[in-house]
């Protein structure tokens, strides 16, 4: 993995738990050093012990992507530690309890725009400044959008809506960085087995009323996508790439 004898670095955004945990171990077993980020520190402590017994070097930096401060940090306390930084994987997120479009509160839409959206812009903007300016140049951002930048779940329309802005915001990205050799592309990711969608195993409300079982896929699945997008030289990039379960509803009227 290396470029020379140079590490490569990647930062690794809700990191702690499901698919950011499952990607920032399967990258330090790449030879990356990772820096996980998430809100609570026990759960970065527990990868960073993790991925010490693969011998990897992985740091766990606390932090809120919603917040323009605790970001630059987290970029600062990176560059100051590695060097430098490869590989951005924006992966932080969080819904709204699903409940009737018209009864969500303020809070609970700008909760979900400000982690989902704002955090992934923040962190992409730290990162530019970082790719830009090192030496070799460049770097790649990939983004977490999901089957939600493409189709709704039911009362879903903080997720729905700020997955669907993540798309945007990868394209701006890919075009705006393409001068400084910043790659940019999306993962979408349908029901990988996570605390996340253990309510699928139960059932879950679909787009007709009825509520049913869905498929999932292993983590392992999504982790190796990802390694796939990040392991690519920068002349080359995945710009969309998804991966689901193969009957999960999505594709037709569910």
């Given amino acids: 993995m290396s470029m020379g004898s140079m590490t490569k670095v990647a930062i690794v955004t809700g990191g702690g738990t499901g698919i950011g945990r499952a990607v920032a171990l399967a990258l330090a077993g790449e030879g990356y050093a990772v820096v996980v ?5 026990e759960p970065l402590e527990a990868v960073a012990a993790e991925g010490s017994k693969l011998g990897a070097t992985i740091l766990g930096v606390p932090t809120d992507v919603s ?7 987290l970029f ?3 560059v100051a530690t ?4 490869d590989l951005l994987f924006n992966n932080a997120g969080a819904s709204a309890p699903p409940v009737p479009l018209e009864d969500l509160t303020f809070e609970q839409w700008k909760t979900v725009v400000d982690v989902n959206l704002t955090g992934a812009f923040l962190c992409t903007q730290e990162a530019i400044k970082v790719m830009k300016n090192q030496q070799p140049r460049g770097g790649r951002i990939v983004n977490n959008g ?3 930048a493409h ?5 879903s329309a903080p997720y729905t809506a700020t997955k669907h802005a993540i798309t945007g915001l990868t394209r701006s990205t890919s075009l705006d960085g393409r001068k400084y050799d910043i790659a940019c592309g999306q993962i979408d990711i349908g029901n990988a087995a996570t605390e996340m969608t253990q309510g699928m195993v139960r059932g879950v409300p679909q787009a007709n009323g009825e509520i049913a079982v869905e498929p999932r896929m292993e983590l392992e699945h999504v982790a190796r996508a990802v390694l796939y997008m ?17 009957k999960m509803p999505f594709i037709g009227r569910g």
């Avoid at 990040?230 to 193969?246: C, I, K, S, Y």
């Fill in 37 to 41: 980020a998430g809100r609570r520190k």
């Fill in 67 to 73: 917040d323009a401060k605790s970001v630059r940090a």
């Fill in 76 to 78: 600062e306390r990176t």
């Fill in 82 to 85: 590695f060097g430098r930084l």
């Fill in 146 to 148: 999901s089957i939600s």
């Fill in 151 to 155: 189709a709704p779940r039911p009362n």
């Fill in 230 to 246: 990040a392991g690519l030289p920068l002349e080359a990039n995945v710009q969309f790439m998804t991966v689901m379960a193969t």
